[in-house]
């Protein structure tokens, strides 16, 4: 199957430093990828879609200037967390949708998530 | 409102036995409806998916079964085993429009030797 590599796993960084998450498509190109935000024992929330060469889309209430995403290449889209504090401590989870033609494909594929940490 | 519901929220089950897990969903536009597998400090995988067309998937010890009428699709593990303990989410979107997945709740299911 298709390989989403996030990189770091996990990051501890003091409060008022921001802090990037990068989300890799190791072996097919992802014009669209989306980042989660995971609280212990809950579900996945979307937080954005990140698409490659445009401007990301938000979802409501997730701050976009505190949540920087960009997606430059279509391997390769980035979450940096600006001035992070405590209540920012989750774990962020990125995927890559691959798409096959001729019929369309919806399957994602997820990267192992980055533990991030505020103290 | 885009939504689906999963229950139940934690599921005990004995080794060899059948976990059962159960979705409902609103936006009849949906079209493609995953389950996913997570460990913890992971990030979830792909266990199955079935689309409308049909009422029942099955790979392996694992099947889903669909009721498009109801609104419900649900899945199913056969002879449960302890590597089986994870939270399982299901999952549902608009394979058409390649929209963003809209995930349940999520299942803790334990899967005791």
């Known amino acids: 199957g298709a390989v989403v590599s996030q990189h770091p796993s996990w990051v501890i960084c003091k409060s008022g430093t921001s802090v990037k998450i990068e989300c890799r498509s190791l072996d097919f190109q992802a014009t669209t990828m989306f980042w989660y935000r995971q609280f212990p024992k809950q579900s996945l929330m979307l937080m954005a879609t990140s698409n490659e060469g445009s401007k990301a889309t938000y979802e409501q209430g997730v701050e976009k200037d505190k949540f920087l995403i960009n997606h430059a290449s279509l391997t390769l889209s980035t979450l940096t967390v600006t001035s992070a504090h405590p209540e920012d401590s989750s774990f962020y989870i990125c995927s890559a949708r691959k798409f096959r033609r001729p019929r369309l494909n919806t399957e994602a594929f997820f990267g192992q998530g980055t533990r991030l940490t505020v103290v | ?113």
């Open chain 2, 1 to 113: 409102q885009q939504q689906v519901k999963q229950s139940p929220q934690s599921l005990i089950v004995q080794k060899g036995g059948i976990s059962i897990i159960n979705c409902a969903y609103e936006n009849t536009a949906f079209d493609y409806f995953p389950w996913y597998q997570q460990f913890p400090g992971k990030g979830p995988a792909l266990l199955i998916a079935i689309r409308p067309d049909v009422s029942e998937k099955k790979e392996g010890r694992f099947t889903i079964s669909f009721n498009k009428s109801a609104k419900q699709f649900s899945l199913h593990i056969m002879d449960s085993q302890p590597g089986d303990s994870a939270t399982y989410f299901c999952a549902a979107s608009k394979e058409t429009s390649g929209s963003r997945l809209t995930f349940g709740e999520g299942t803790q299911l334990t899967v005791n030797p």
